[in-house]
């Protein structure tokens, strides 16, 4: 899933096109290297920056680009956004799926992505999911995607169609540092599996990889992307998001032939 931004507030710089025959490039380059699903956006949700725009801004942003896309890729677009106004323009403009961190929260946008038929990719978004669980505890996260099944299900949209991902790098509260919970339910995917649902991972550059490896500069991160990657996939991650396609679709075959030799023996 090759993640490309027209935000110029997002986290990393190199994701983002301004110009959208530049968008449009990069995104066939993505395709070409392997990407399945091209996810693009229009307005940040990294919870540590402060990158509000109006849903005016958000939906002219987020229409432009998926036009100028879907006219020309021969995969889906998925548009990452969770606001019913930019979420409508993008789907009317021809994007197939809907990604979105706070798990349908949004009654409206859930009964949009209802209506257009989308795929969904719904993420646990750090509020409490009920029980005595820690949200961004591996059990607490469990809760948070068991509640956005339920949300699609309430909604309309068929299960089928809906696959969760468990916010690696959302959670900035909790009992344990934000980014030892990520490391926790990187190595508890199994235990997320087990709702029955494909589990979408998203660690492309992202701040746990900076604290550990002591990488501020997210340019810098992509070794350890592709590290933590490998492992994801050895942990049963169905659906991958990264800003480096070429070199991620090399760790996942790498990951995939060492786990089917595992197999075999």
């Known amino acids: 899933m090759g993640a490309l931004n027209v935000s110029p507030e997002s986290f990393h710089s190199g994701s983002v096109y301004r110009e959208t025959g530049a968008l449009v490039d990069a995104a066939m ?43 020309k890729l021969a995969v889906p677009v998925s548009v990452d956004t969770c606001r019913p106004g930019p979420a409508r323009a993008a789907f009317e403009s021809g994007a197939r799926v809907l990604n979105d961190v706070r798990g349908l929260r949004d009654p409206a946008l859930a009964r949009l992505a209802a209506e257009h038929e989308v795929g969904v990719i719904a993420m646990a978004w750090p509020e409490s999911g009920g029980g005595d669980d820690d949200p961004g505890s591996v059990a607490g996260t469990r809760a948070l995607l068991a509640a956005c099944l339920e949300r699609a299900r309430r909604a309309g949209i068929p299960e089928e169609r809906v696959v969760l991902d468990p916010g690696i790098g959302f959670f900035r509260e909790g009992s344990v540092s934000w980014d030892r919970r990520d490391v926790d339910v990187l190595a508890g995917l199994r235990e997320l599996m087990s709702l029955g649902r494909p589990m979408a991972v998203g660690v492309s550059r992202k701040s746990f990889i900076g604290a550990i490896t002591g990488r501020t500069a997210t340019a810098d991160r992509l070794a350890g992307s592709l590290s933590a990657t490998a492992l994801a996939v050895a942990n049963g991650a169905a659906l991958i998001r990264t800003h480096d396609v070429a070199e ?10 060492i786990l089917g030799a595992s197999d075999d023996a």
């Open 29 to 71: 380059a993505m395709v070409e290297a392997g990407a399945a699903l091209i996810d693009v956006g229009a307005r940040s949700t990294a919870p540590y920056l402060e990158t509000e725009i109006s849903e005016e801004e958000e939906t002219r942003r987020l229409a432009g680009a998926v036009q100028g896309l879907a006219a």
């Open 248 to 257: 991620t679709v090399d760790a996942v075959r790498v990951a995939e032939r």
